[in-house]
Structure formats: C-alpha cells, structure tokens
C-alpha cells in the first residue's frame, strides 16, 4: 500500500508565497516521477511540474519563473515552492506519484490567493 499526502497550503495575499510538501511512503522499491497538479471547479485539471527519479524538473507555462519544485528522494519527498502567487493560481492541489508499484493520488491541499 502506497500513500501519498500533501501539505502546506492555506490562505495567502497576491505576491505572496508558500510551499507545498508532498510525501509518498509505503512498499515503493522505484520512484520513477512525482508530479504536481491543481485544478479548480471551473477549470479542467492543469499540470504544473514534473520531478523526475534522474533530477529533471519540467514547469507548466502558467507557473514557469514563479514556481519552483524540488526533490528529496532519499524520502520520496518533493516540494513546490510557489511565489507571486496570483488570484488564478487559486486551487486543490495535488501530488500524483508514479511508481514501481503504480501510480498514486495524494488527497490535495487547497491553495487559495486573495487579498
């Protein structure tokens, strides 16, 4: 049984910042990729970064110079940290790990910017 839990999100003004965690633990024997998602009610589900097993970081063009993911693998552990956050960056969001055993949803962590 793999479980995948994120953390970190909560209420924060446009401009500013926050840093979202994401765990994977469990019988995993291979990470291959952990990726980060959100999505809103209005809008279809919105990739937004790629850490890969080899260290390859890949960004969505929404969040592409604000956002920023790293990687802990010696924990199946990854981070998202988000600056000058904007009101559309509102949103659930979610961790998706891709395993030797399969892929994995986190339950998501609610991001929301307002003033």
């Known amino acids: 049984q793999v479980h995948v839990v994120e953390s970190g999100g909560g209420l924060v003004q446009p401009g500013g910042s926050l840093r979202l965690s994401c765990e994977a633990s469990g019988s995993i024997f291979n990470m291959y990729a952990m990726i980060w998602y959100r999505q809103t009610p209005e809008k279809q589900r919105e990739w937004v970064a790629t850490?890969?097993?080899?260290?390859?970081?890949l960004y969505g063009n929404s969040v592409k110079g604000r956002f920023t993911a790293s990687r802990d693998n010696a924990k199946n552990r990854v981070f998202l940290q988000m600056n000058s956050l904007k009101s559309e960056d509102t949103a659930v969001y979610y961790c998706?790990?891709?395993?030797?055993?399969?892929?994995?949803w986190g339950q998501g962590t609610q991001v929301t910017v307002s003033s």
């Open positions: 998706y790990a891709k395993t030797s055993v399969g892929d994995y």
């Open positions: 850490i890969t097993n080899g260290g390859n970081i």
